[in-house]
């Protein structure tokens, strides 16, 4: 479904809900991280792209003194009460939202009372930042609602914390800027040190981006996700550097007896991965895919033996990618996002997509027993106001 299609969609489903149509809807993207993989809350480089799945809100001022928000998927109401400050509540997945109500509050915003549908094509739970979407969406409605334009730095930082404070998740800052700070056909290169960010043209029509998703969720992201910053901050601590950015693989072997062997392994991921990731820009830059392809298969070994966060099906799909090969027309595949399940990101040629999918989802419904869902995005545009 294109994006008008979704939005005609979505309107449609806002008029049925509430009985007129919508004054403003807005989007925004999931994102699919091509390679720097924990490393945004090292201060390093990551190189994501937005992709043409959407968290979409149709809305227009309500008459009650509190917000309704209306999830699709959910097929629920969360009553948000905007006239005093927003705390945590429920529905669960409203705290992602009222997240971003009290970073308005918080910046002495009045919020008006909206009627709100929301209706996401972003899998959930599948590393595609369903939630950042969910963020990003609601404060782009936000800004349209009250007529104000926030910074696009401060209005990814304000949604990060959202989900540091409403939804306990301790995320660095790569879901919420591509989904704020996309472009179609670019990849992203951030640095999640300066925040200076460059657009990476990706519009090769020769390749194409596949995303896998494994369709497993391990439950493990919720404790190792803060587990692994923390054996990072312990790292950077023994080298005497403020963060892992700013420390080397010569100083890491240097110091590699004074370091527990976990702790030691964590920051060899980060350090050859912040470096892996400079070079895969340069390599997109100079449309050189076979070099790419490989950083990707070293990102995910290093993430799978070093950073231990890949799993069983991530792993399978990747061995399934690498034995198609260049000459099957697979340039490179790795898990991507937090891990312990959700997707994997594949560099293959555009021409040769339909064979490579019918293949990994054989093979894959052959070793894990179930079926994997896979798609083809182009980068997309980031947030958008597509009525106001
Ligand atoms: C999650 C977090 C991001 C990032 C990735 C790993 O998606 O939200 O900030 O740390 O994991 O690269």
């Known amino acids: 479904m294109t994006l008008n ?24 993207p999931g994102r699919v991280n091509v390679i720097g993989e924990h490393t945004d809350y090292n201060d390093g480089f990551v190189l994501p792209m937005a992709i ?28 948000i009460e905007v006239s005093q400050p927003v ?3 429920d529905p669960k997945w409203s705290n992602y939202i009222r997240g971003v109500i009290a970073g308005f509050q918080q910046r002495g915003e009045k919020i008006p009372a909206l009627d709100v549908l929301v209706h996401s094509t972003v899998p959930l ?18 800004e349209t609602a009250i007529g104000k334009k926030v910074d696009p730095v401060e209005k990814a930082l304000l949604c990060q914390k959202a989900e540091h404070e409403f939804a306990g998740m301790p995320c660095g800052i790569m879901d919420q800027f ?11 290169l951030l640095d999640c040190r300066s925040r200076r960010t460059e657009l990476v043209p990706l519009d090769d029509p020769s390749v194409a981006v596949l995303i896998m998703n494994t369709n497993v969720k391990h439950e493990l992201t919720g404790s190792e996700y803060p587990t692994r910053r923390r054996q990072c901050e312990a790292a950077a601590k023994i080298l005497g550097v403020p963060s892992l950015r700013d420390a080397t693989a010569d100083a890491l072997e240097a110091a590699k007896g004074k370091m527990d062997p976990v702790v030691y392994r964590r920051a ?45 099906e991530l ?25 312990f399940g959700g997707c994997c990101v594949a560099l293959v040629k555009a021409d040769a997509v339909e064979a490579i999918s019918k293949k990994i989802a054989a093979d894959y419904k052959k070793k ?3 079926e994997p869902t896979i798609f083809v995005s182009r980068p997309a545009a980031g947030a958008t106001v597509i009525k106001s």
């Open 5 to 28: 299609e979704l939005t005609d969609h979505v309107s449609q489903l806002f008029a049925k809900t509430f009985g007129r149509p919508p004054r403003w809807i807005v989007a925004a």
């Open 52 to 79: 043409e799945f959407y968290t979409v809100m149709a809305a227009d001022l309500s008459s009650s003194s509190s917000s309704s928000f209306f999830d699709t998927l959910f097929k629920e109401t969360a009553q």
């Open 87 to 89: 705390l945590r509540g």
């Open 125 to 142: 739970g599948g590393g595609l930042s369903s939630s950042a979407a969910l963020e990003v969406s609601t404060a782009t409605l936000l």
């Open 178 to 188: 591509i989904s704020v700070m996309g472009r179609k056909n670019h990849l992203l």
């Open 268 to 312: 060899r991921h980060v350090i050859g991965e912040i470096e892996r990731t400079v070079h895969a820009a340069e390599g997109v830059r100079a449309s050189n895919w076979p070099t790419v392809g490989q950083l990707m298969y070293a990102s995910h070994y290093s993430l799978r033996d070093d950073y231990q966060v890949s799993c069983p």
């Open 315 to 339: 792993d399978a799909v990747v061995e399934i990618a690498k034995a198609i090969g260049v000459t099957g027309g697979v340039y490179g595949c790795r898990m991507t996002g937090g891990g």
């Open 368 to 370: 894990i027993g179930i």
